[in-house]
């Protein structure tokens, strides 16, 4: 690549097609209605709701707080779950019917995406989130069910969320936009050891960044862009808005344009069982030499350690 005064970078991963998330907190259900969140003295939950085709559900969640950090040899952090509403758990058919709830009013911190959430006697706290993980990657519209339906994501934890960082810049000598970023807990970064060939993590620690673009040549609105699994050992993740082919089964093989956008938005579930957090930002100004001699700064200072995102000089 050349060298020049701008910033670019090499992607050695582009986009993967959504898939299964290796994280416990995903509800079996999606596009579900009526939605209630309780919590007894005991530390389980009990989330109600009524399916899509009408049938009534109740869950009980328990035996999982926060997330560890990366780690081969220690188990993420998982819910235990009883899809019978307390019977395979404590042989009682009628056991979500008197439970007990103890959770009070929410008084932590702001989450995106939310859908229910409350503060535990233990001053923990637990939440529901949803959106819409598996939409169609460059800027598709969704043309199978699963892929426009919203998922529910519970959590539970105390003390801070996970960190998502999202910046955008000039890439390619100036000739494409890109964003970069990173993802952390507790002060280390995030990401996990195993991933299939097209990106998906395959452990219970990897994480994907759903990157979205906003006002593009997709469309109004936001329009999914990419999936970017975070890498291993940093936690950073980059993209650039670039031609690119669709994937096998989408419904065009044509090259989908570079679809820069005035504003981008990155998504992920949180690490372990911990709340999925969003962050928007502004596409990069054009022709403004200050702000892309702080971006090189800001990436190198991000970025150091990753040799998948390589800026140009």
Known sequence: MRRTGQLAVVLLLLVLPAGRAAASNILPDTDVKSLTLAVNAHGYALVSYVTSSGKPRHLLLWGALNSNKPSESVRQVR??????GGYTRFRNGSY???????????TGPKLALLVAACRAPDGSYWAIQSWQRNLPLLGFDPWKPAQSAYEFHLSHWTGRLATLELFSHVTYGGQFQGVFGRLGYDGAPVHGFHAADIGNPDDSYGRNVYI???GSVYGPGWKRESGILVHNPTGTYCHSFV???????????EQRPPAPGKRYRATVIGPGVTPDVQVVASAPPSND???????RATFDKVMTGDARCVAER
């Open 79 to 84: 819910f235990q779950i009883d899809y019978t």
């Open 96 to 106: 979500w019917k008197t439970f007990k709830n103890k959770c009070t009013r929410y």
């Open 212 to 214: 979205d673009t906003y």
């Open 243 to 253: 031609p690119q082919k669709p994937f096998a089964g989408y419904p065009s093989q």
């Open 289 to 295: 030499a200050g702000y892309n001699a702080r971006l």
